[in-house]
T-cell receptor, first 115, second 113 residues
Framework: QKEVEQNSGPLSVPEGAIASLNCTYSDRGSQSFFWYRQYSGKSPELIMFIYSNGDKEDGRFTAQLNKASQYVSLLIRDSQPSDSATYLCAAPERDSGGGADGLTFGKGTHLIIQP | DGGITQSPKYLFRKEGQNVTLSCEQNLNHDAMYWYRQDPGQGLRLIYYSQIVNDFQKGDIAEGYSVSREKKESFPLTVTSAQKNPTAFYLC????????????FGQGTRLTVV
């Protein structure tokens, strides 16, 4: 059973600072990861996808993947109050044929940006 | 506009009653999924379908049933056998393949009264 682990938080960060969110995973065969943002009472929305070791940047967001350490992180620069949400890390399941059954989600980290 | 539509947004169920949650997508995605989310918890997979007329149990399928008669539709029935159905239910779809994102509907909040 694949596991995706996240610290549930809450993680409190002052406005304008860098928020760092972390995720570890148990399946060494995992090749790609998704970061979703979920506002309270709403559905998750994709903010980053990464499948290569190293960093991927998109605006204020940077995803970092270290396959050797089985670790993926999300950095949010210049944090804004509107970034306050729960951030979910997800990895694709793999069926016996190598296809994808779905996504396994971590429990999410609740991020609070303090004005 | 393409997307996934779940209905209703809020649903109330009486004890012993079956209820059906609707999920429709016009993204032409092959794969569809149902997840359950409880407060402070992540998403847990109930059922998924990779092709019409075929579906598989996820991690918490007991007390739920689904059908996939059309590519666009993947309704979820919460049966009376599900003893603790109060939760936020999310439907998602994907093109298919490991490196494709899941798109979510707006969710249905089910409450037992």
């Amino acid at each position: 059973q694949k596991e995706v682990e996240q610290n549930s938080g809450p993680l409190s960060v002052p406005e304008g600072a860098i928020a760092s969110l972390n995720c570890t995973y148990s399946d060494r065969g995992s090749q790609s990861f998704f970061w979703y943002r979920q506002y309270s009472g709403k559905s998750p929305e994709l903010i980053m996808f990464i499948y290569s070791n190293g960093d991927k940047e998109d605006g204020r967001f940077t995803a970092q993947l270290n396959k050797a350490s089985q670790y993926v992180s999300l950095l949010i620069r210049d944090s804004q109050p509107s970034d306050s949400a729960t951030y979910l890390c997800a990895a694709p399941e793999r069926d016996s044929g190598g296809g994808a059954d779905g996504l396994t989600f971590g429990k999410g980290t609740h991020l609070i940006i303090q004005p | 506009d393409g997307g996934i539509t779940q209905s209703p947004k809020y649903l109330f169920r009486k004890e012993g009653q079956n209820v059906t949650l609707s999920c429709e997508q016009n993204l032409n995605h092959d794969a569809m999924y149902w997840y359950r989310q409880d407060p402070g918890q992540g998403l847990r997979l109930i059922y998924y379908s990779q092709i019409v007329n075929d579906f598989q149990k996820g991690d918490i399928a007991e007390g739920y049933s689904v059908s996939r008669e059309k590519k666009e539709s993947f309704p979820l029935t919460v049966t009376s056998a599900q003893k603790n159905p109060t939760a936020f239910y999310l439907c998602a779809s994907r093109v298919g393949g490991a490196n494709t994102e899941a798109f979510f509907g707006q969710g249905t909040r089910l409450t037992v009264v």
